[in-house]
């Protein structure tokens, strides 16, 4: 399969940002990111604003990958599912630290990002969803997510859209949801504007290995990176990522979504929050568009998008909120989930000395963005990271037990 | 598209037997399962598991380890066999039997269009045949069914039908020659059990071929159930997938299983209406 065909490659608004075709050269540079998605972007701006030189390598564009196709939901409530503890509080712990995030970015980019604190409405559509949905609603209030159940009357007082058959739901008024789009650009701008580089079509091709150590990587025009430090965020390609050694291969699968993008008008908006049923979620944008996703397969690389998927995801739409059959139908998209065995993300050093991944965030990488981000920079500065992000220690499915610290000297539980 | 290496020529775990069900009672606390003939092949665990609906990869790989099921059924529509990674790499590395099934076909062409690809890529002609009516209640389309069953079977698969509880049906399905039939407990996905025991015991009492209850199952007791009404075997995923924990789930029915099948070898009581008391009367002597 030829390599374009692998990404999504549908048309659609291009990334404008300030994008180099190369850096400058190269002197001491504290980190090489590979892969200038969401992950990567967030990590070498976090680095910089640290004080470290960085450089990210994009082999397309930036948002190029899953990025570009995400819904941008800050939402950890919807992802609340048994036996994922250790996941929740890694989302729970990044959906908070988004809206100083949020702010940040915004000052350092001089971009808009598009941070919605909209809130989000789960709701059933009949007897037996309801049922469902109060079972992992219990689950939600047992982890003080500030949730609220509400009777069918009151969702559809907060959302009049709502179909009619409506039996029940649960207010989430703390989520909110970004444009991943925008999230990307302003990245990509405050990377640059912290004195880091973003250079683009550079295609990763091998790595630089010096007693042991990575100590760069060389790209497909002959250039060489070397830096103290090498991030690998390659998203749904880490789990094939050519140039490490063999026993280095991270155990991370591309999961396929489509998803849809409607446009309305100031008229027609079917809805003010994020609402979601156990099969589609629906993300209103304050320009008037609303994302529509997305669908789960595991069809290895294939990014078609299909009539099936399509039917699915708008007729699951339309039984929620029916207004939106008058919407035009502006894009459709497939994306690749990076997917891991427990569906938690690979944050910290892994393989050779030198190299740090963050990647695996499968549903969750907009979500994860600060507290990955805010990992890797304080791995990359020599300093412990925030606790919640050890239980991403990319090392236990190698049957390690604890996360290897190499980068901080002294290294004990951070304070929480 | 890869197709797997070894998929189909795995030889599955081989318990000895000791006879059917009727036969051999006695000596059932020795070995508490005979294993059964499944297709060409004799089994050791009656439990069949799906692979959808799992929370992730792990949870599906600690309750396929904790079900002791030996065959797997994957849906060929949701995954692509070659993809590295994925469900079917757990099945592998578990050395369990993926079994391919048409789910998410409506017409008797889809059906088999499906088995041809499943075929080619996981390198076997066993297919579980589900031809889907409506996708709200998802009860099987008798008329496509049997139609993909003809077809199917003349061609040289094993074919493992999902079928509505009807005996009559069954036997349909058994006399255009399909491997075992799979009569549902009720929906997909529901948890709502056995609704109607008389139609599976009946079903059951007429087979010649394995009768495997498949769908409805919501938790162990009706697993237990089924092989009391004589199942030769239950195929469950949603109970266990979709459980707060699977592990658990799993290993609950995989002994709700045994249980059910125990208790049908043993030889249940008949039902009375008054009591009868256990300890023998005044003055009759215990014997043994």
């Known amino acids: ?416 | 598209m890869r197709s797997r290496v070894d998929s189909g020529s795995r030889t599955p775990v081989s318990v000895p037997g000791d006879g059917p069900a009727d036969g051999g009672a006695a000596r059932a606390g020795d070995q508490p399962d005979s294993g059964f003939d499944l297709g060409d092949r004799s089994w050791g665990s009656r439990l069949i598991v799906g692979s959808g609906g799992f929370p992730s990869l792990e949870a599906m790989e600690r309750a396929l380890t904790a079900s002791g099921a030996e065959i797997v059924t994957v849906a060929l529509r949701r995954v692509d066999p070659g993809a590295r990674g994925s469900a079917l790499e757990v099945i592998d590395r578990l050395g369990l039997f993926a079994l391919p099934n048409t789910a998410g076909c409506y017409t008797a062409r889809d059906a088999v269009r499906t088995a041809h690809l499943a075929r080619e890529v996981f390198e076997t002609d066993w297919i579980k045949l589900e031809v889907i009516g409506d996708d709200r209640t998802l009860f099987p389309d008798a008329v496509e069914l049997v139609g993909a069953a003809e077809i199917l079977v003349d061609e040289g698969f094993t074919v493992l039908p999902y079928t509505n509880d009807d005996p009559i049906l069954a036997r349909r399905l058994e006399d255009v020659g399909c491997s075992a039939v799979m009569p549902l407990g009720s929906p997909i996905g529901s948890g709502m059990g056995i609704r109607n025991p008389y139609n599976v015991q009946i079903i059951v009492e007429r087979a010649t071929v394995p009768v495997i209850l498949d769908a409805g199952i919501g938790t162990a007791s009706d697993a237990a159930l089924a092989m009391e009404l004589g199942c030769d075997g239950v195929l469950l995923s949603s109970s266990v997938a979709r459980a707060k924990d699977p592990e658990r789930m799993a290993l609950a029915m995989r002994r709700a299983v045994e249980a059910g099948y125990g208790a049908r070898r043993a030889g249940r009581i008949p039902r009375k209406l008054h009591a009868e008391a256990s300890t023998p009367g005044e003055g009759i002597p215990e014997l043994g």
């Open chain 1, 1 to 416: 399969m030829p390599e374009d065909s692998q990404r999504p490659s549908r048309h659609r608004d291009e990334v404008v940002v300030p994008l180099r075709k190369s850096g400058p050269g190269d002197e001491a540079l504290d980190a090489i990111v590979v892969g200038g998605g969401a992950i990567g972007l967030a990590c070498a701006w976090r680095a910089a604003r640290r004080g470290l030189r960085v450089r990210v390598l994009e082999r397309d564009r930036p948002g190029a990958g899953a990025s570009g196709v995400a819904a941008g939901m800050l939402a950890p409530v919807g992802e609340a599912n048994w036996g994922e503890s250790g996941l929740m509080r890694m989302a729970i712990a990044s959906a908070r630290a988004w809206p100083a995030f949020a702010s940040e970015l915004a000052a350092d980019s001089r971009l808009e990002v598009g941070y919605e604190a909209c809130g989000a409405l789960h709701v059933a559509l009949d007897r037996d969803e309801a049922d469902e949905l109060r079972r992992r609603f219990e689950l939600m209030a047992s982890m003080e997510l500030g949730v609220e159940w509400l009777r069918p009357r009151g969702c559809r007082d907060l959302e009049p859209g709502l179909a009619p058959t409506c039996a029940g739901g649960v207010h989430a008024p703390g989520e909110a949801a970004i444009d991943p789009r925008l999230l990307v650009a302003a990245l990509a701008a405050a990377v640059e504007h912290g004195g880091g580089e973003v250079i683009v079509d550079a295609d990763v091709t091998g790595g630089l290995i010096e007693g042991g150590r990575l100590v760069g990587v060389a790209t497909a025009d002959g250039r060489e990176h070397r830096a103290g430090r090498v991030v690998l965020a390659t998203g749904a390609w880490s789990g094939t990522t050519p140039w490490l050694p063999p026993e280095a291969r991270l155990p991370v699968r591309p999961v396929k979504g489509q998803m849809l993008v409607l446009r309305g008008s100031p008229e027609l908006r079917p809805c003010e929050r994020i609402v979601a049923t156990e099969r589609v979620y629906v993300v209103p944008r304050p320009d008037g568009r609303l994302v529509v996703g997305a669908t789960v397969e595991e069809r290895g690389f294939d990014v078609q998008v299909t009539a099936g998927g399509v039917h699915e995801l708008l007729r699951e739409a339309y039984r929620a909120l029916p207004e939106v059959a008058e919407l035009e139908l502006v894009e459709t998209l497939a994306g690749l989930r990076p997917g891991t065995p427990d569906n938690a993300p690979l944050i910290g050093p892994w393989g050779p000395e030198g190299l740090l991944v963050a990647t695996g965030h499968y549903r969750n990488g907009i979500l994860m963005a600060p507290l990955t981000s805010e990992a890797i920079a304080a791995l990359l500065a020599s300093e412990p990271p925030p606790g919640s992000a050890q239980q991403a220690h990319p090392g236990r499915f190698a049957g390690e037990s604890e996360p290897r610290l190499a980068a901080a000297p002294a290294l004990e539980e951070t304070p929480r």
